[in-house]
């Protein structure tokens, strides 16, 4: 009987938690600036030789981070196919 009572509780706990949370997320396509992107911007093409910003923090500045995430990526993958019967005959 007193868990019915709570529920009201519950939720009016969790609605004012994520009004509180929707205040604080930044507005949508205006993140915070670094220093590094500014970094970025000035020595991406000359240290990396990409004309592509991304494609430059991905692979060049981040490559080994790429790597090992792709490899986990590579490894989910195969364990799913695995554990849904793949590779029978």
């Not at 981040?62 to 986990?72: F, N």
């Amino acid at each position: 009987m007193e868990r019915n009572k709570s529920k009201p509780i519950v939720a009016a706990i969790l609605f004012v938690f994520l009004l509180a949370m929707s205040f604080s997320i930044h507005p949508a396509g205006k993140p915070s600036e670094t220093k590094m992107d500014d970094f970025f911007i000035a020595h991406g093409q000359e240290e990396t030789g990409s004309n592509n910003i991304v494609a430059a923090i991905v692979f060049d500045y981040r490559g080994m981070d790429t790597l090992v995430e792709a490899s986990v990526l590579f490894a989910a993958a195969t364990g799913v196919f695995i554990a849904l019967g793949g590779g029978k005959k």
